[in-house]
């Protein structure tokens, strides 16, 4: 059941995945979570650091789309408005097999040489297994600290703790 939930890969940061790592797993195309994963909530725009890493992926030939939970519409607008990526919100992780397949497809891409990336075990990596793809977990940049999140982050515990020990962070 743990290795259900639990990531395939694990980075520190959205940018320590390098392109040479992405190929040498065969992974063509991401699937990336915004919030909190690759910018903070209050961040409206990529900045120079977002744009690089992914500038890096389109120079490489990795496929990249947004699948976010942000029930903002204009967040998830405005965010991508520099980048032209296939871009969704309120797109109801983990639940989200639709949504991801359009991605996919919108990206001539499959589930096989695929990875989803997030930073939260329950939506972006379960979204990500529930359609057999990879994953890649990264530490939330900001943590929330409301009742909520810290409910799900003491659920995440043991999920995270089968993984490091099973594997080292990369």
């Known amino acids: 059941?743990?290795?259900?939930?639990?990531?395939?890969?694990y980075f520190e940061r959205f940018d320590k995945i390098s392109v040479e790592f992405l190929k040498k797993n065969g992974?063509?195309?991401?699937?990336?979570?915004?919030?909190?994963?690759?910018?903070?909530?209050q961040q409206a725009?990529?900045?120079?650091?977002i744009l690089s890493w992914l500038n890096d992926l389109k120079d490489n030939g990795i496929g990249f789309a947004f699948i976010s939970n942000n029930t903002s519409g204009?967040?998830?607008?405005?965010?991508n408005q520099n980048i032209g990526a296939p871009a969704y919100g309120d797109s109801c992780k983990p639940f989200a097999s639709k949504t991801?397949?359009?991605?996919?497809?919108?990206l001539s891409a499959d589930v096989e040489t695929s990875?989803?990336?997030?930073?939260?075990?329950?939506?972006?990596?379960?979204?990500?297994?529930?359609?057999?793809?990879?994953?890649?977990?990264?530490p939330p940049i900001k943590d929330l600290k409301n009742p909520f999140?810290?409910?799900?982050?003491?659920?995440?515990?043991?999920?995270?703790?089968?993984?490091?020990?099973k594997n080292s962070i990369t």
């Open 74 to 79: 204009m967040r998830v607008k405005r965010f």
């Open 45 to 49: 725009e990529p900045d120079e650091q």
């Open 115 to 138: 990875a989803f990336m997030g930073d939260q075990i329950f939506t972006d990596i379960w979204a990500g297994k529930r359609c057999g793809m990879r994953t890649i977990l990264v």
């Open 27 to 41: 992974i063509k195309t991401l699937l990336l979570d915004i919030d909190n994963t690759l910018a903070p909530y």
């Open 149 to 165: 999140f810290r409910f799900k982050r003491w659920l995440e515990k043991p999920i995270l703790n089968h993984y490091f020990s």
């Open 1 to 9: 059941m743990l290795d259900y939930f639990s990531p395939d890969y």
């Open 100 to 106: 991801i397949l359009r991605a996919l497809s919108e």
